[in-house]
């Protein structure tokens, strides 16, 4: 955001949206909605049980394939009437729905005669609880989420349904942050298509507030560390997440050159998943780059580091964490959704966070909209 952008709190948020201390978070929520008192699960509809059934095996860190085809049979499945699912069921024909197979028509199936699905019911009582009493002491303390996806770029939900999910778990905020242009795989978004948002974006505030979205980017930082995107449009937006998505592997000098140049900018308010490794399917090791360096650059011009809460990101590792912490530098503890129940992974974030010695005074989305929107627009000028 521009340093010079306009700081004054919008008065419409203050103190009209405020969360019950100790609400539970997002999972737990979740966690109830299928979870009856007694231990037994309650009744799901078929999109339900598919959707839970691929978000439980992405947290289970399954590979990809095997979540993505839950998501596929969500989809196509949420497209049919329910008279017709059910005249299909019954005639042992769902898997004449495109995607879905023998074991997501069983999931169907059961959930459509008001079982829970046994593969769901496994799934749960697998699932190891997130939620460490520091972590959720942590996240009680947010206010907002400020790295999300729509389906403007590589998400799966409109930016309307990602805003009311984002305000029914708690928030007073969040901030759409979809890709820039050179990210052409997620579909990322031209300097006329973020101008065109904008103006949604506003629109929708108008009918959403007091909850308030935020504009944002989550702008790619080209290997010479130069920013994906206008410098008007960083400028205008209220939130800029800058990260690393091309070239992960290039030498550790230039990295840290490149990742300093971009924590430097004073439109950069956050550094995305810094180390840019995936924990799943394949994998992919952490970018090489002097962690020290950058998070002396962070320090220096007052760039958050974010806590990317995707399970299969956990990006920073713990030890670049630690030192982060030790070092006093203000975080972004930010799910980096890309669909409106994935909002809810903010626990993975801020158990980690928590145990790394990060505390409610340094995270960004602690703060409430107006102090937020003043420090990201007070960014020094290197
Ligand atoms: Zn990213
Ligand atoms: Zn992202």
Same mark, same amino acid.
């Given at each position: 955001?521009?340093?010079?952008?306009?700081?004054?709190?919008?008065?419409?948020?203050?103190?009209?949206?405020?969360?019950?201390?100790?609400?539970?978070?997002? %999972?737990?929520?979740?966690?109830?909605?299928?979870?009856?008192?007694?231990?037994?699960?309650?009744?799901?509809?078929?999109?339900?049980?598919?959707?839970? %059934?691929?978000?439980?095996?992405?947290?289970?860190?399954?590979?990809?394939?095997?979540?993505?085809?839950?998501?596929? =049979? =969500?989809?196509?499945?949420?497209?049919?009437?329910?008279?017709? !699912?059910?005249?299909?069921?019954?005639?042992?024909?769902?898997?004449? %729905?495109?995607?879905?197979?023998?074991?997501? $028509?069983?999931?169907?199936?059961?959930?459509?005669?008001?079982?829970?699905?046994?593969?769901?019911?496994?799934?749960?009582?697998?699932?190891?609880?997130?939620?460490?009493?520091?972590?959720?002491?942590?996240?009680?303390?947010?206010?907002?989420?400020?790295?999300?996806?729509?389906?403007?770029?590589?998400?799966?939900?409109?930016?309307? =349904?990602?805003?009311?999910? =984002?305000?029914?778990?708690?928030?007073?905020?969040? $901030? !759409?942050?979809?890709?820039?242009?050179?990210?052409? %795989?997620?579909?990322?978004?031209?300097?006329?298509?973020?101008?065109?948002?904008?103006?949604?974006?506003?629109?929708?505030?108008?009918?959403?507030?007091?909850?308030?979205?935020?504009?944002?980017?989550?702008?790619?930082?080209?290997?010479?560390?130069?920013?994906?995107?206008?410098?008007?449009?960083?400028?205008?937006?209220?939130?800029?997440?800058?990260?690393?998505?091309?070239?992960?592997?290039?030498?550790?000098?230039?990295?840290?050159?490149?990742?300093?140049?971009?924590?430097?900018?004073?439109?950069?308010?956050?550094?995305?998943?810094?180390?840019?490794?995936?924990?799943?399917?394949?994998?992919?090791?952490?970018?090489?780059?002097?962690?020290?360096?950058?998070?002396?650059?962070?320090?220096?011009?007052?760039?958050?580091?974010?806590?990317?809460?995707?399970?299969?990101?956990?990006?920073?590792?713990?030890?670049?964490?630690?030192?982060?912490?030790?070092?006093?530098?203000?975080? $972004?503890?930010?799910?980096?959704?890309?669909?409106?129940?994935?909002?809810?992974?903010?626990?993975?974030?801020?158990?980690?966070?928590?145990?790394?010695?990060?505390?409610?005074?340094?995270?960004?989305?602690?703060?409430?909209?107006?102090?937020? !929107?003043?420090?990201?627009?007070?960014?020094?000028?290197?």
């Amino acid at each position: 955001m521009n340093p010079r952008g306009d700081l004054s709190p919008p008065t419409r948020l203050a103190g009209e949206h405020l969360r019950p201390l100790g609400q539970p978070s997002g %999972i737990r929520v979740y966690e109830r909605c299928v979870t009856a008192p007694t231990g037994t699960v309650g009744a799901v509809t078929p999109v339900e049980a598919l959707e839970r %059934i691929a978000e439980l095996l992405m947290r289970g860190r399954a590979p990809s394939y095997r979540q993505q085809a839950f998501r596929k =049979a =969500a989809r196509e499945v949420s497209r049919v009437p329910e008279n017709e !699912l059910l005249e299909l069921a019954a005639a042992d024909r769902l898997t004449d %729905i495109p995607g879905v197979g023998a074991k997501t $028509a069983q999931v169907i199936t059961e959930a459509l005669r008001g079982e829970t699905p046994e593969y769901l019911t496994k799934l749960l009582n697998d699932l190891p609880q997130p939620g460490t009493d520091e972590g959720e002491a942590l996240r009680a303390q947010l206010k907002g989420d400020l790295h999300s996806h729509s389906d403007w770029s590589d998400g799966g939900d409109t930016i309307e =349904a990602m805003a009311t999910k =984002a305000r029914d778990l708690g928030h007073d905020y969040f $901030a !759409l942050t979809d890709h820039s242009p050179r990210l052409k %795989i997620a579909n990322g978004l031209s300097a006329d298509r973020l101008r065109e948002q904008l103006e949604v974006v506003s629109a929708l505030n108008d009918k959403l507030a007091p909850f308030r979205i935020l504009t944002g980017v989550e702008v790619d930082i080209l290997e010479d560390g130069a920013l994906d995107q206008h410098e008007d449009l960083l400028a205008q937006v209220d939130v800029v997440v800058a990260s690393v998505h091309s070239k992960l592997r290039m030498e550790a000098g230039p990295m840290t050159r490149r990742m300093v140049a971009a924590v430097a900018s004073p439109h950069v308010d956050v550094l995305g998943h810094c180390t840019g490794r995936l924990l799943t399917g394949r994998g992919r090791p952490e970018s090489t780059f002097d962690d020290d360096v950058v998070i002396e650059a962070c320090k220096q011009f007052d760039t958050a580091m974010e806590v990317n809460c995707r399970p299969e990101r956990l990006d920073p590792p713990k030890r670049i964490l630690t030192k982060a912490a030790a070092a006093g530098l203000r975080f $972004a503890i930010s799910t980096d959704a890309h669909a409106t129940e994935q909002l809810e992974w903010q626990p993975y974030g801020t158990d980690r966070a928590a145990a790394c010695g990060v505390t409610g005074e340094r995270v960004v989305n602690a703060m409430p909209a107006g102090e937020l !929107l003043e420090w990201a627009g007070s960014h020094p000028a290197p």
